[in-house]
């Protein structure tokens, strides 16, 4: 069964960095898109970057676009983003999700990690 | 961007009734040249991951039961509950992912009573 496991979250001052971790199995990583999606706490999900599935399409929300890096390794399965410059406004629980569509539309989530929580206080 | 703006912002129905929530695009999120509506819905409980339940605006997506279903087109769209369940109290979410940022509607909090 599709399988999505994030990791890296914790707390970091405003400033900082982190980088967050997603590990994708039961699925066929290398032939899927995939999305960092954030929500913060009471808030609806935000979505943050896409990468498409073999790393050559990738975007970003206005809100982290010079700031945070979307990345993948389809050799081992694996998702990356990298945030710096963090801000009080970036704390989240962050949710990995695989990309449901082909073609050039964002497409939508059909499954998601169980997130994890960053935290940007000082 | 194309916003969405859900309604009601809440809402309490009674067990075994139907809810209905709607969802309205700033734009189209119709595509003609492969007549499709890129809507989705999601359903969220305290503590979990979204989980979608509909796609394509109608799309009931696997395993998902069929006392959840979606309608509309264009910028109108509406998820339908009917005869609802006390597992279904949660909040739902529509977005649409035509055009990035695929965004989301803001939420309705869905009760059960």
């Known amino acids: 069964q599709v399988q999505l496991v994030e990791s890296g979250g914790g707390v970091v001052q405003p400033g900082g960095s982190l980088r967050l971790s997603c590990r994708a199995s039961g699925f066929m990583f290398s032939d899927y898109g995939m999305h960092w999606v954030r929500q913060a706490p009471g808030k609806a999900p935000e979505w943050v970057a896409s990468?498409?599935?073999?790393?050559?399409?990738?975007y970003y929300s206005d809100a982290v676009r010079g700031r945070f890096t979307i990345s993948r390794d389809n050799s081992n399965n694996m998702l990356h983003l990298q945030m710096h410059s963090l801000r009080a406004e970036d704390t989240a629980v962050y949710y990995c999700?695989?990309?449901?569509?082909?073609?050039?539309?964002?497409?939508?989530?059909?499954?998601w990690g169980q997130g994890t929580l960053v935290t940007v206080s000082s | 961007d194309i916003v969405m703006t859900q309604s009601p912002e809440s809402l309490t129905v009674s067990l075994g009734e139907r809810a209905t929530i709607n969802c309205k695009s700033s734009q189209s999120v119709f595509y003609n040249s492969n007549d499709k509506n890129y809507l989705a819905w999601y359903q969220q409980k305290p503590g979990q991951p979204p989980k979608v339940l509909i796609s394509w605006a109608s799309n009931r997506e696997s395993g998902v039961p069929d006392r959840f279903s979606g309608s509309g087109s264009g910028t109108d769209f509406t998820l339908t509950i009917s005869s609802l369940q006390a597992e279904d109290a949660a909040v739902y979410y529509c977005?649409?992912?035509?055009?990035?940022?695929?965004?989301f509607g803001q939420g309705t909090k869905l009760e059960i009573k």
């Open positions: 990468i498409w599935f073999d790393g050559t399409n990738i």
């Open positions: 977005q649409q992912y035509y055009k990035t940022p695929p965004l």
């Open positions: 999700a695989r990309r449901a569509i082909f073609g050039t539309a964002p497409g939508y989530c059909d499954f």
